[in-house]
């Protein structure tokens, strides 16, 4: 099992850049994911990187604005998020799972959740 932390969310203008972390302690052999949660709505895959980085995987929305990354020396892993707009206001939840394709997916019964870090966009 894996433990996730995440951090580095809060209230940003609409055309802000924010960096949010993961923190990940226990077995750390493990491909790592972003999701998201508004209110009201499904939870949403953003992206995915394998466990040593070689491939990563975004949702649509998220192409060309946000970068998911590691260091896996730290066991810490990154979403850049760039070009934020309002409606990716969200909680968003790092999830870990030895399946690269249960995380591309919505998650499995073998995944890992952090407890989400709250992302709010004003316009």
């Known amino acids: 099992q894996v433990q996730l932390v995440e951090s580095g969310g809060r209230l940003v203008q609409a055309g802000d850049s924010l960096r949010l972390s993961c923190a990940a302690s226990?077995?750390?052999?493990?491909?790592i994911a972003w999701f998201r949660q508004a209110p009201k709505k499904e939870r949403e895959f953003v992206a995915a990187i394998s466990w040593f980085g070689g491939s990563t995987y975004y949702g649509d929305f998220a192409k060309g604005r946000f970068t998911i990354s590691r260091d896996n020396a730290k066991n810490t892993m990154y979403l850049q998020m760039n070009g934020l707009r309002p409606e990716d206001t969200a909680v968003y939840y790092c999830?870990?799972?030895?399946?690269?394709?249960?995380?591309?997916?919505?998650?499995?019964?073998?995944?890992?959740w952090g407890q989400g870090t709250q992302v709010t966009v004003s316009s």
């Open positions: 226990g077995r750390t052999f493990y491909h």
């Open positions: 999830a870990a799972d030895r399946s690269i394709d249960s995380l591309r997916g919505s998650g499995g019964p073998a995944t890992s």
